[in-house]
């Protein structure tokens, strides 16, 4: 059974470069046709997709986000890893990464997802 | 602005049969993308309800069903419970966002 857990600081100042490590168990994160994502929730609000990484490094960010986010991969650790950059109070969220499939041309969606990590951005 | 549109929120009775629309567009559904759906309960991680407009990943009840026609699809639920209530998101690929995956804005279903 494939787990995400998020981690990093709860809390990050205005300005400042939000930046969370999600680890994966139970599998390995460069076996299959997978892709890993971010993906955000502000509160009593609806999801929106951040970006995504495969194991061979290519990316793909949400264009509304892409001049301030970086996302890595760290295949020795099974780990990948979100940066965003230049953060104010409209980036508070729960951050969830996730798992994602491509079963062929036209079909992309997520199996697999963390538990979710609150940052909110605050002085 | 959510690229894929839902209702905010649908109601039943137990027992009842509700559905749950999502509207999209000739660069995502349209497109011949397909849809996927997931449950969000209270205070939890998103779950894969639907994928692939209508397939059920194991351990989900077949009384969650899914279908896709032109630029929509939908999500229907019989012998609604109330274990049912929560959240419920559509979500799909876009061509026209550099690739991006979409969701829809998410409704709130009540069991009343």
């Known amino acids: 059974q494939v787990q995400l857990q998020e981690s990093g600081p709860g809390l990050v100042k205005p300005s400042q470069t939000l930046s969370l490590t999600c680890t994966v168990s139970?599998?390995?994160?460069?076996?299959?046709?997978?892709?890993w994502s971010w993906i955000r929730q502000p509160a009593g609000k609806g999801l929106e997709w951040i970006g995504r990484?495969?194991?061979?490094?290519?990316?793909n960010y949400n264009p509304s986000l892409k001049s301030r986010v970086t996302i890595s991969v760290d295949t020795s650790k099974n780990q990948f890893s979100l940066k965003l950059s230049s953060v104010t109070a409209a980036d508070t969220a729960v951050y969830y990464c996730?798992?994602?499939?491509?079963?062929?041309?036209?079909?992309?969606?997520?199996?697999?997802w963390g538990q979710g990590t609150l940052v909110t951005v605050s002085s | 602005q959510s690229v894929l549109t839902q209702p905010p929120s649908v109601s039943g009775a137990p027992g009842q049969r509700v559905t749950i629309s999502c509207t999209g567009s000739?660069?995502?559904?349209?497109?011949?993308?397909?849809v996927h759906w997931y449950q969000q309960l209270p205070g939890t991680a998103p779950k894969l309800l639907i994928y692939g407009n209508s397939n059920r990943p194991s351990g989900v009840p077949d009384r969650f069903s899914g279908s896709k026609s032109g630029t929509s699809a939908s999500l229907a639920i019989t012998g609604l419970q109330a274990e049912d209530e929560a959240d419920y998101y559509c979500?799909?690929?876009?061509?026209?966002?550099?690739?991006?995956?979409?969701f829809g804005g998410g409704t709130k279903l009540t069991v009343l």
């Open positions: 979500q799909s690929y876009d061509s026209s966002l550099s690739g991006s995956m979409v």
């Open positions: 996730a798992r994602g499939i491509r079963e062929d041309w036209n079909r992309y969606y997520f199996d697999y």
């Open positions: 990484i495969y194991t061979s490094g290519s990316t």
């Open positions: 139970g599998g390995s994160i460069s076996s299959g046709s997978y892709y």
């Open positions: 000739s660069s995502n559904i349209g497109a011949g993308y397909d």
